[in-house]
């Protein structure tokens, strides 16, 4: 294996041991803590575990955590009225709703409905707009992840080729404005590009955003680039167990990539951790508008 293992749980306890101490002073100074409420609708198992080890880590960090699990049934006027009153709730810094929702609820209306200086997963459409045109905002916690590790890694970005693999709303999109953002020269492909290996050949920086376990190969990836692995797929294993792969087939591409993200252990860790990020920068908003 000649690539360098980034390893995203290191680098997310860094982050988290930030916020922990930011957390700490903002106690001292007004007498209360960020908080950040996870609203979860279902039973959805994956979805579960992520509310779960979100509140988990909230309170980790000494920020108050407030879940909220409705039922699948919820309708989304209930729901609309949920998040009006953690809007007007001033011990309530981010709010956060677990997706998917149920069929019957648009998501898009539910997360306009979301404050956008509460909106710490950056999906309001004002935060996508500031993104896409380089205003601050609060910028989706996958793709604010990526970048973090890949200014650490290998510093000015300025000038590098970056194919993202993926356009969705929540990782794609976002994660080329960011790497717009620091000058790359950026090619955004999908399922409907041509020749994808070739163009993920030219990358000097790969993110892999699509759901597909372990589709990007060894051979697509140019000798000594940085492969960032968003994916995150349950496949079967040993012993009639599951185990989780990514969208790149990381023992192949570790022997050429210069640096590389594993799963889990890459990409997912950061996640959780920029979500604190926001909220902690959600709260420092908070006490500056008021
Ligand atoms: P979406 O399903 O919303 O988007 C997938 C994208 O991949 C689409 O743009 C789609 O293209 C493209 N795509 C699908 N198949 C192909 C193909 N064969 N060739 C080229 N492009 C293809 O997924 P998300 O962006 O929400 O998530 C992507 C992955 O990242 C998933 O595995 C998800 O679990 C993971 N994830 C991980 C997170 C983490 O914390 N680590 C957080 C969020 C997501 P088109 O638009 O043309 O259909």
Do not use: C, H, Q
């Given at each position: 294996m000649a690539?360098?293992?980034?390893?995203?749980?290191?680098?997310?306890?860094?982050?988290?041991?930030?916020?922990?101490?930011?957390?700490?002073?903002?106690?001292?100074?007004?007498?209360?803590?960020?908080?950040?409420?996870?609203?979860l609708v279902g039973e959805d198992p994956a979805s579960q575990v992520y509310?779960?080890?979100?509140?988990?880590?909230?309170?980790?960090?000494?920020?108050?955590?407030?879940?909220?699990?409705?039922?699948?049934?919820?309708s989304e006027a209930a729901l609309l009225s949920l998040i009006a009153e953690l809007n007007d709730d001033p011990r309530v810094d981010g709010i956060l709703v677990q997706l998917p929702l149920p069929k019957h609820i648009d998501s898009a209306r539910v997360l306009d409905a979301i404050s956008p200086d509460k909106d710490v997963d950056g999906f309001h459409v004002l935060n996508a707009g500031r993104l896409a045109t380089g205003l601050p905002g609060l910028v989706p916690c996958t793709p604010l992840g990526c970048l973090l590790m890949l200014k650490h890694e290998l510093g000015d970005l300025?000038?590098?080729?970056?194919?993202?693999?993926g356009r969705s709303n929540i990782v794609g999109k976002p994660m080329a404005a960011l790497l717009l953002a620091e000058s790359c020269t950026v090619t955004i492909a999908h399922s409907r590009t041509r020749d994808l290996e070739a163009v993920c050949?030219?990358?000097?920086?790969?993110?892999?955003?699509?759901?597909?376990?372990?589709?990007?190969?060894?051979?697509?990836?140019?000798?000594?680039?940085?492969?960032?692995?968003?994916?995150?797929?349950?496949?079967?294993?040993?012993?009639?167990?599951?185990?989780?792969?990514g969208d790149v087939a990381f023992a192949e591409a570790a022997d050429v990539a210069g640096r590389i993200t594993p799963v889990p252990g890459g990409v997912g860790p950061m996640t959780i951790a920029c979500l604190l990020r926001n909220t902690l920068a959600a709260a420092k908003l908070a006490k500056i508008k008021a």
């Open positions: 690539a360098k293992i980034i390893d995203g749980r290191v680098f997310a306890a860094g982050i988290l041991a930030e916020v922990t101490a930011e957390v700490s002073a903002i106690r001292a100074a007004r007498g209360r803590v960020p908080g950040l409420a996870v609203v509310v779960r080890n979100k509140a988990r880590t909230t309170k980790e960090s000494g920020m108050e955590s407030f879940e909220y699990r409705l039922d699948v049934g919820t300025s000038g590098l080729r970056a194919v993202v693999l050949r030219e990358a000097d920086i790969l993110v892999a955003a699509v759901g597909r376990p372990e589709m990007v190969r060894g051979s697509w990836v140019k000798p000594g680039a940085t492969v960032i692995d968003v994916g995150i797929n349950r496949v079967p294993g040993d012993a009639g167990k599951t185990k989780l792969v």
